[in-house]
C-alpha cells in the first residue's frame, strides 16, 4: 500500500483566536468605511457618554462621600451598596448571556463553516465562548468604569485598585458567560426543533421568578427603616450579613471593600478565579457531550402558527377606522408581528413581574411617623418620577428601539411601495407609544395613590410623565432607526447594539434635565405651601416650560432625523 502523502494526512488546526478573526476583520472594515456623517455621530457618542459617566459618578461620589463621613455604619453601607449594585450586574450579565449564546454558539452565519472545517471542539467552545463575553459584557464594563473609579477616589484607592478591578472583572465576566450559555445548550437540547422562541421565552418566565424571588430575599426596605429595629446592633449586624454569600457578586464586593480599607480579602479573589475556572471546564464538558446534538437540532426548521384574526378585526372596526385604510393596515401589521413573534410577546411576563415588584417597593417607603415632614412626603414622589422614567426607558429600548431593525430585508419592499416613510414611522411610533403611555400612567398613578401626595404634585407627576413618554419614545424610534440592526441573528440583541446605549444614556440625560428643571418649581411650591408664603408663579412657568419645550423636542428631533434616514435607504 503506497504512503500517504504528509499533506493530506495532517488536517489544519487553527488557533482560537483564528477563529475569531474574520469577526475582527469585518469590525474593522466597518469602523474604517467612510461613511458619511460618520463624525457627527461619534461626537454625539463622546459627549453624551461623557454626561452619562459624569451623572454615574456625580451621584455616586456623592453619595460615598457622605457615607465615609458616618462613623461605624458608613463604610458598611457603602459596602451594601457595592453588593446590591453588583448582584445587579450579575444578574443582567446572566440573561444577555443566554440571549447572546443563542446566537453565537447555534445562529451564528459562520457556524455552518466551523462545525463541519477540522477544528478542535475545545478551541471552537473558547472562540464561541470569548465572543459571548464581549457582546454580552460590554455595556457593563462601560457602567463598571465611573462606578469603581468614585469609589476608588472616595476612599483613596491608589494606583494598584484599577488593576485589583480589572482582575476581579474577567472571572465576573466569565462566570455568567458559562452558565448562560450552559443553560442555552441545555435548552436547545430539550426543544425538538428550532424553537428559539419558545426558548426566550422560557427564559423570560425563569428571570421573572428569579427577580421576584430576589427582590423579597433581599428586602431592601429594611436598610430604609433603621428605626424597624429593636437595636442599632441589630442594624449593623443586617449590614454586615452578605446580600448574596454563594454569588461572585459578592466576592467581588468583600475584594473590592476589603483592598480599599488597607485589608486586602485574597481569598474572595481566590474564589472568584477557581469558580471560573472551574465553571470553564464543567461547561467545555458539557459543549462536548450535547453540542452537536443541540446545534443538528437547531438548523431544523422553526414551526409557525398564524392564528385567526378576529380580535384584530374587532380593534380595526372599533378604534382604527377613523385613521383610513394605510394608516389602519399598517398599524394592524405592527401589532400582528408583535404577537406573531414569541420572543417580543414572552417579554410582557418579565415586564408585568417588574412592574409590580416596583410598585411594591413603592409601598413600603418609610414616608409616615416621627420626622416625616409635608415637605419630604411630597419630594419623594417627585424624586419616583426619575425612577419610572428609567423603567419607561428600559421598555422603550426593549420594545420600540428595534421597530425598523425587525423590518430586516423586508424594508426594500417598503421603501419600493408608493407609501411614504413618514406613514411607517409613525405607526411605528403610535403603536408603541399608546401602550408605554397606559402604563406610565398606570404607575404614577397608583403610586401617588399609595403615598397619599398633594393635588399639586399629582398633577406634575402625571403631565411630566406623560411629556417623558413621548420623549422617550421619540428617542427610541430616531435612534433605533438611526442606528439600525438590519442583519441581526437574535431580536433581543437589538437593544444591546451601539446605538442601545447611546440612547439609553440620552434617554438617562434627558431624565434628568426634566427633574433638575422642574425640581425649582416644585421646591417653591412646597416651600410656599409649608411655610404659608406665596409662590414665584414667573420661576413655575420657566422651569416647568423648559421642562415641556426639551421633551417636545426630544420627540420631533430624533423622528426628524429617523425620517431623513429612512428616506435615504435606496428603494
Known sequence: MPDLDPSFAVLPDPPMLHLLLPKWLTARARSAQGEKGRGVRFAILGFVGFLFWAFIFGVLYRLLTYFRGVEEIGQLLAGKLLGLILLGFTSILLLSNVITALSSFFLAKDLDMLVAAPVDWLRLYGAKLLETVLASSWMVLIVSVPMFTAYGLVYDGGLGFPFLVLAMLIPLFIIPAVVGSAVTLTLVNIFPARRTRDILSVVAVLTAGGIVLLFRLIRPERLARPEGFRSLIDFISVLRTPTSPLLPSEWVQKSTMGFLNGEPDWLSLYLLWTTAAAAAVLGAL????????GFSKAQESAQKFVKGGGMMAWLSDT???????????LILKELRVFFRDTTQWSQLILLAVLVVVYVFNIKYLPLRGEGITFFLVNVVPFLNLVLAGFVLASIAARFIFPAVSLEGRTLWLLRSSPM???????????????????LALAIVGVTNYMLQVSMFMFFVSVASITLLTFALSGLAIGFGTIFPQFETENAAQIPTSFGGLLYMMMSVVVIGCVVILEARPVYVYLSAKAFGTVADSSEMVIGFGAAALLCVAATIVPIRMALTRLEAVER
Open 286 to 293: 458539557l459543549h462536548r457531550r450535547l453540542y452537536l446534538d
Open 319 to 329: 378604534f382604527l377606522s377613523p385613521f383610513g385604510t394605510l394608516k389602519r393596515e
Open 420 to 438: 411614504q416613510v413618514r406613514d411607517l414611522l409613525w405607526a411605528k411610533f403610535w403603536v408603541g407609544t399608546t401602550p408605554l403611555l397606559v
